[in-house]
């Protein structure tokens, strides 16, 4: 574990090629004053089961990886390339994003089981923004939980595999994308779709499609499916 004490004062840790683990405790600071982790180009963090919290993450090409119950706590993470080395920030096996919030940018990225099949994990209640470039992605059986995601231009949200959307609150602003694909759902979740978004359903392989509410006046693509609406009571 890495531990900032009460009255420690603000750090900078820097993380580069080779990275850091660490199992149990994770990276708990108990001073008023905000730490600063800094992963360079190939840097990598491993969290397994514990917390990062109250910490500052900025991820420049390098890997934050979640496992097995590893959270986030009044932190805030920002993902985004350098040299054309993309940063990314995966949650996987039952890791969650708790209450961060995630920035990603210039094909930085957020990812919940991306890849790794009969992986489960969640968003919380994350509040997750894809500037121009930026990325989130949900696979296999993961959830937007009650999250809010917002698309600015050039920002893009995926639900691949057999994840939901949850009960999450999606604002897709103009330039943004929102995709639905092969068996992903849209569970009860809100999307705000402002003129010059897309909501794109057409790749989902279901021929019907429920989602909580949707409005707004960007596009939507539903392809041949069929579109139920007021799940959440909208």
Not at 162 to 181: K, L, R
């Amino acid at each position: 574990a890495l531990l900032f004490k009460a009255g420690a004062p603000s750090y900078t840790v820097s993380v580069g090629y080779g990275g850091m683990e660490l199992f149990g405790g994770g990276i708990v600071n108990s001073s008023s004053n905000m730490q600063n982790i800094v992963m360079t180009a190939n840097g990598g963090l491993g969290i397994d089961v514990g917390q990062a919290s109250g910490v500052t993450l900025t991820n420049a090409g390098g890997s934050i990886d979640f496992f097995n119950g590893g959270s986030v706590v009044n932190s805030t993470i920002t993902n985004t390339s350098v040299n054309g080395i993309v940063g990314y920030t995966n949650f996987d096996g039952g890791g969650s994003a708790g209450n961060a919030a995630i920035f990603n940018s210039g094909e930085g990225y957020s990812a919940f089981c991306w890849n790794n099949q009969g992986c489960s994990s969640s968003a919380s209640s994350a509040t997750i923004t894809n500037n121009s470039g930026g990325r989130t992605i949900f696979d296999y059986a993961t959830t937007a939980g009650s999250a809010t995601i917002v698309n600015n231009s050039g920002g893009k949200l995926s639900f691949l595999g057999s994840s939901t959307a949850g009960n999450a609150t999606i604002v897709n602003n103009n330039g943004g994308v929102v995709e639905f694909i092969y068996h992903s759902t849209g569970g009860d979740a809100a999307i705000v779709n402002s003129v010059g978004g897309i909501v794109d359903f057409n790749q989902l392989g279901v021929s019907t499609i429920s989602i909580g509410s949707i409005e707004g006046g960007g596009g939507l693509d539903l392809g041949k499916g069929t579109m139920t609406v007021g799940g959440n009571g909208w």
